[in-house]
């Protein structure tokens, strides 16, 4: 950009940024399930409003503890053994019907087209709209990943299962948009422009049962309570 950091002076601004929840863990990063462990994005160990420099404390700081902790975790198992029936239904069949597959696509050309998808409806404005538009989008991308990829080689294996991870999390941020009416920090509703702590001021619990979503308002906090002279971003925070 035409800048010599040894002679030019640089601009240095504060840039707001957001965390929108996740997983929560306990100091060690484990999860309520046993053996599972979260750190840096993926839980919410910010705060509701955060600076993006503090992820050198999720790597460097929670990704060591979660990485200690699993070691003497995994010292104090011992090996088990489960049936070969749980290892068909979640990875044999699966695989198999893979390896069936003739479709035109590899799975790595899904990748690219979801991501833009959630980054034009889901990333900071929303609308109802938009919504339907991405919620169309996952159902119609389940299917191509059911029916239109080929596998090339072994990667093509990997790739595939964390498409259908990336199409489950995006099923979930689009519901849980959707079920959201008000505009709450990083989370603008276009057709709900207004904050609504009455309804709202509360987290929102996602489950799967039979295979659809269950969303339910619960407390996992005192929550966020507006203190005299907090500063706030508008229209973000």
Known sequence: N????????????????????GVRIDPDCQTKVRGLFACGETCGYQGADRLGGTMLGGS????????????ELSKEQPGQVKSPSVYDALLHEPLAKLKEARGSARPSDLLRPLQTMMWRNLLVEKSAASLAEARRFVDDERDRLAR?????????????????NLCDVAEVIIAAASTRQETRGSHVRADFPERNDAEWLTNLAVRRQRGQLVLEKRWFGQGWVDQPGDIRIKPWG
């Open 2 to 21: 035409g800048i010599d950091p040894s002679r030019d002076l640089l601009q240095i601004q504060i840039h707001h940024h957001t965390q929108n929840g």
């Open 148 to 164: 239109g990829v080929r596998m090339g080689d072994g990667m093509d294996y990997a790739l595939a299962f964390e498409h259908h």
């Open 60 to 71: 460097q700081v929670f990704g060591w503890r979660a990485g200690r902790k699993a070691a």
